[in-house]
């Protein structure tokens, strides 16, 4: 690939500096990133190098970190987020969407953030940094996947408390959750004819409406309606079946109603290396699945399997995409 991915960094009192550092190390020119941020907040004997334009960084990560250099306000206390640094963290991300927007990066991948410590030390008025993300790039819906070798699944409501997904759920946003969903699939993954299938919201998928009317009601139809225009869809299904090995070699993506119907399955199949992706923005994001870890900052234990396969991911993506 011609063009590297870009690394936002972050919050830098967490875990990202770190697991940057390890990233490159296991990656270094396999997969080439660079990292946007203050070189002062990697960890101590990081070999990195400075780079002025994203294409230097091809050259540079053989040898060391290419770092596009962003200052910030403060050096990183390990676990102890300093608000003078927030709006670093914000301007990383931005410059990232500007970086791969213009062509001059592949891909962005961003490392955790904080979501407190940038409210508090820069009045951020995103939810986190899907919400950030859609608004910089002007798109109204994303839909959020976790993926990992074995699984891509799509949780339809997201942050929502479990008391109120039934009135979150509704055929507008099913509908467009699988629509979006599936033209990733074909765009970013290269599958030509994807093969989806969509739980149910009550146990046994509703049992004929004994346990709930939601499967009848509105989600059937809605599969009903997106079959009639070509899709494969399979559902919806009973969620307890739906993830073991025979059944997810039936489908390329699950798409589930709830937040933890998506993420238990994922995370007990592969708890380290899985990887959110956001869909359905004009550019490829894809984000290591955990967060700050400040108790284990600065300790030098972070693991960087979740980044390692983002990175990878964003990589796999941007050439299906058909990036030079």
């Known amino acids: 690939m011609s063009r590297p991915i870009a690394l936002s960094c ?7 500096p770190e697991i940057a550092a390890k990233a490159w190390a296991a990656l ?5 990133f660079f990292y946007i941020g203050d070189p002062r907040h990697l960890p101590q004997g990081t070999a990195f190098r400075l780079i002025e334009r994203p294409a230097e960084a091809l050259a540079v990560s053989a040898e060391a970190l290419p770092v596009l250099h962003l200052p910030f306000a403060a050096a990183a206390r390990h676990g102890q987020p300093d608000p ?11 410059l990232g969407v500007d970086l791969v927007r213009s062509g001059a990066a592949a891909a962005l991948c961003t490392a955790p953030i904080h979501k407190k410590a940038l409210m508090d030390g820069a009045g951020f008025a995103y939810p986190g940094h ?16 976790l993926a990992c070798d074995a699984l891509r699944v799509v949780p339809t409501t997201i942050h929502v408390p479990l008391a109120e997904v039934p009135q979150a759920l509704g055929a507008a946003l099913l509908t467009d959750t699988i629509l979006i969903t599936h033209a990733a699939l074909r765009r970013d993954f290269g599958i030509a004819a994807p093969r989806l299938a969509v739980a149910g919201l009550n146990p046994h998928a509703g049992e004929g409406g004994a346990m709930g009317r939601e499967e009848i009601e509105m989600i059937a139809p809605v599969l009903q309606a997106l079959r009639a225009e070509g899709m ?5 299904l009973s969620a307890d079946t739906m993830f073991h090995p025979a059944a997810r070699a039936r489908y390329d993506a699950a798409v589930c109603m709830y937040h933890d119907q998506a993420l238990i399955p994922i995370k007990t199949l592969d708890f380290a290396s899985g990887v959110n992706v956001t869909l359905g923005l004009p ?7 955990h967060g700050t870890a400040f108790d284990i900052a600065g300790l030098g234990v972070a693991d960087p399997s979740s980044l390692i396969a983002a990175l990878r991911l964003a990589d796999v993506m941007a050439k299906a995409r058909g990036a030079p």
């Open 130 to 145: 899907t919400e950030y993300l859609a608004a910089l790039a002007g798109v109204e819906r994303v839909v959020m996947m």
């Open 84 to 94: 003078a640094n927030a709006q670093g963290v914000i301007d990383a991300i931005a």
């Open 232 to 236: 494969d869809i399979a559902g919806p």
């Open 10 to 16: 972050g919050e830098p009192s967490g875990v990202g």
């Open 283 to 289: 550019f490829i994001r894809t984000s290591p699945d």
């Open 28 to 32: 270094r020119d396999t997969a080439p």
